[in-house]
Structure formats: structure tokens, C-alpha cells
């Protein structure tokens, strides 16, 4: 148990874990992002057989909208994680930037993500 305190990067195989744990996150997100395009592709082909149905037309742009939402929030996510596998690769994975303290490995599986202990996190609430 002390050498998890003193601990100050994961070591090769734990980050190869972590590696794992995010490239499926990766896999499974794009999926979703090819979900949302294809509904909004598909909804941008409605729009005309709806035209003349204001109320469902303002019901169908607001679908669009939240979809769109959704679609940019997964690019977000897809890029965080992409950003995550670098930080793997330099072995910096896991270091928060706030404390410089080690993130602990159950946050990292949660959020596998993030850059901040919730150490940091609660102080910079």
C-alpha cells in the first residue's frame, strides 16, 4: 500500500490497460457519432416531405438541433480520449494537472479522460 502513495506514473502495463479501456471507448463512440450523422442525414431528406407542417416542422428542427448537439458533444468526446492515447504514449497519462499528484487508476477507468484528481477538480469548483 505505500508504494501506492509514492507512486508518480503508471507503469507500462497500466497504461497499456488504460490504453485498451480507451481505444474501445473510442470504437464505441465513433459508432454513436455514425448513428447521429446518419439521422441527421436522414432528417435533412424529411425536411421536404414536411414542409408544410409548421408544427411538426418546428418538432423535426428541434430533433435536428438536439441531435446536433449530441453529434458535436461526441466529437468532443472522441478528441479527449484521442488526447488521452497521446498522453499515453509520453507517459504523462495519469498525472493530474492540477495537483501533478497520480489520478487514481478507479477515476481513470470512469473517466478515462480526464486530466484532473478530484482534488483538483473540487477546487477549482
Do not use: W
Request: hydrophobic residues 35%; aromatic residues 4%.
Amino acid at each position: 500500500m505505500q508504494e501506492e502513495i509514492t507512486k508518480t506514473k503508471y507503469s507500462d502495463s497500466e497504461l497499456e490497460d488504460f490504453k485498451k479501456l480507451i481505444e474501445e471507448k473510442i470504437r464505441m463512440a465513433r459508432e454513436e457519432l455514425l448513428d447521429l450523422t446518419a439521422a441527421l442525414s436522414s432528417a435533412n431528406g424529411d425536411d421536404a416531405a414536411i414542409a408544410g407542417k409548421t408544427l411538426e416542422d418546428g418538432s423535426a428542427t428541434y430533433e435536428k438541433e438536439q441531435t446536433n448537439q449530441l453529434a458535436a458533444r461526441q466529437k468532443k468526446f472522441i478528441e479527449q480520449l484521442e488526447a488521452a492515447l497521446t498522453r499515453i504514449q509520453n507517459k504523462t497519462y495519469g498525472i493530474c494537472r492540477g495537483t501533478g499528484k497520480l489520478i487514481p487508476a478507479e477515476r481513470l477507468r470512469a473517466v478515462p479522460h480526464t486530466t484532473m484528481s478530484m482534488e483538483a477538480k473540487l477546487k477549482q469548483a
